[in-house]
């Protein structure tokens, strides 16, 4: 949602250098449409999706099974053309299942490297949380570095790397809550929920006599979403928003209830998808709304409240909405 005050859509400031952001948003809108093909009525998730691609970040979907986050990823993945990579999550995984191994081979007579899922452009960690913290813990290098260690060797990651994860609801039976470390790492956190009536009614319709994903074709390549994400690294933070988002980060850590509160890298997470978000919408600079529409989605995972908040049914999501509400806002003189 866009700003309706002209003080606040006004930058203070001449825009840096030029940016091809309509090529952007071109790009951007053909990825959205394209993966909404296939996605119906989760206009929202795409476009949280996108702005995890954009910003170089890893998303968390999280929700019950059966609500299309499988399906979301190999969409993304298609519409790129991306190289697709798929670890199964289970509590029998093990570490050299993602990273790969190296293995004797008899005929040669030398060791050879079978690559594992994870060097791959855009990789899905179906059901994370159903693999043990040991397994969980073998993904932390490649999302924080964007390369991985095999028997001491270290192998790059392609680019565009993009890790979407999806989750289900920790309640459920066998399993295992991410640790801090691994859920700071995740850019943004999104929720799909179940599809209205209507949205429903359209997807029996749409896969009644066939799947739409087979046939879906790309609208980009992955040389051209790396020109994208070098293109977002050019929007502008005023030194007014600036403080606006950190004001926000900062009062996470003092506020009632909250035992953890979002780490630096948090900070720079937020700023850079804030970054993306303004360039998809065809601004060359961050406003106020990016930061409040980003709040929940780049924060709530990242803060741990108190055992007392929990008893209290206070949640994350409730936390950084109290906290964004009595940040001040920044309003650009118009003289």
Known sequence: MELSSQASERPSYVPG???DLMGLTSTIDALRANIARVIVGQDETIQLLLVALLAEGHALIEDVPGTGKTVLARALARSIAGDFGRIQCTPDLLPGDITGISFYNQKTG???????PILAQIVLADEIN??????QSALLEAMAERQVTVERETLPLPRPFMLVATQNPIEL???FPLPE???DRFLLRARMGYPSEIDERAILRRFRMATPLEDL???ADAAAVVGLMATVRQIRIDPSMEQYLL???????????VELGVSPRGALAFARA???LAAMRGRAYVIPDDIKQLAKPVLAHRIIATQEARIHGQIAEAIIEEVVSKAHVPVESLA
């Open 17 to 19: 250098p030029t940016m």
């Open 110 to 116: 030398e060791f050879e490297f079978r690559p594992g």
């Open 130 to 135: 159903r693999a043990t913290p040991r397994t």
């Open 173 to 175: 039976e066998g399993t």
């Open 181 to 183: 470390a691994q859920l």
């Open 217 to 219: 074709a790309p609208v």
């Open 247 to 257: 004001e926000v980060v900062r009062a996470t850590r003092d506020q009632p209830g």
């Open 274 to 276: 804030c970054q993306a």
